[in-house]
């Protein structure tokens, strides 16, 4: 098992930067893969970016260039850099982990606004 822990969400203004942090504990060895994605009200939920345990990261086109993922694989922890925000950028974010017998794990989520 594996548990997800989200934090570093809040209210921000348009052009501004946060930073989310996830933190993994558990059978975090099996872990092959991790990401972030996000649910605004009234819509799907959908991939922000990811990154594998190799490194090699893959963001939605609507946040390349102002997001940035990355982790420390020795404090089990990832992140997401978020620069230039915008309204529509409003959302729960979720953590996500899946691991090498394709379990997938979720965080609770942390709220992310950007006000106009």
């Known amino acids: 098992q594996v548990r997800i822990v989200e934090s570093g969400g809040g209210l921000v203004q348009a052009g501004g930067s946060l930073r989310l942090s996830c933190e993994a504990s558990g059978s975090t060895s099996g872990i092959n893969a991790m990401g972030w994605y996000r649910q605004a009200p009234g819509k799907q939920r959908e991939l922000v970016t990811t990154?594998?345990?190799?490194?090699?990261?893959n963001y939605a086109d609507s946040v390349k260039g102002r997001f940035t993922i990355s982790g420390d694989n020795a404090k089990n922890t990832l992140y997401l850099q978020m620069n230039s925000l915008k309204p529509e950028d409003t959302a729960v974010y979720y953590c996500?982990?899946?691991?090498?017998?394709?379990?997938?794990?979720w965080g609770q989520g942390t709220q992310v606004t950007v006000s106009s």
């Open positions: 990154i594998t345990r190799a490194g090699h990261t």
């Open positions: 996500h982990a899946s691991t090498t017998l394709w379990v997938n794990y």
